[in-house]
């Protein structure tokens, strides 16, 4: 159970940086235009990419030698470092939506969510890549738990923000808090930084 919460909350630090991907969900939500399709393709794609990540790395972590192992925990670290890095600089920023976006078909808002979702190179980046390579050292059924709880916590927040965002619009464009939002991803994922980098030491 604990790495399902581990998971959950590492992918929900993830998930939670706003993104042009996040943005149009909200976009859609505030507009009351195809909310479900929108976020069911968001989910199922972090599903298929989370699960895709943990068994590439779970397959391949057997032809790893030590020193491929240690390029990859390398450049985890940096990743964590560049991602930590672009939070501090958008604690002051604020996200703002443009509430005037004319109705689209259902055709199109599936076209533009894969397009947001597929095109979109931070989602590789935190799903294959991220989750893949920081579940590597566990055991197959521990990978599991641990995607699950990653896929979990994205079915929720797209759901959550697709659903809500019209409740939401009042509050998004608070720079205090987007501050308390970035300042928890920065905390989590800079200990998430310190275990990998004691890992590598190691």
Known sequence: MEFALLGFFTGLSLILAIGAQNVFVIEQGLKKQHIFLVCFICSISDFILIFLG??????????????????????LIIFLIHFIYSKLKSLNSIVRFNDTIPKISKLNVFIKTLGFTYLNPHVYSDTVFFLGNFSKSFILNQKILFGIGASIASLLFFFTIGYSSKYLSQYVQSLKVWKTINIFIISFMSLITIFVIMDTVN
């Open 54 to 75: 943990i068994f590439l790395f779970h397959y391949f972590t057997q032809y790893f030698t030590v020193t491929v192992e240690l390029i990859f925990n390398i450049l």
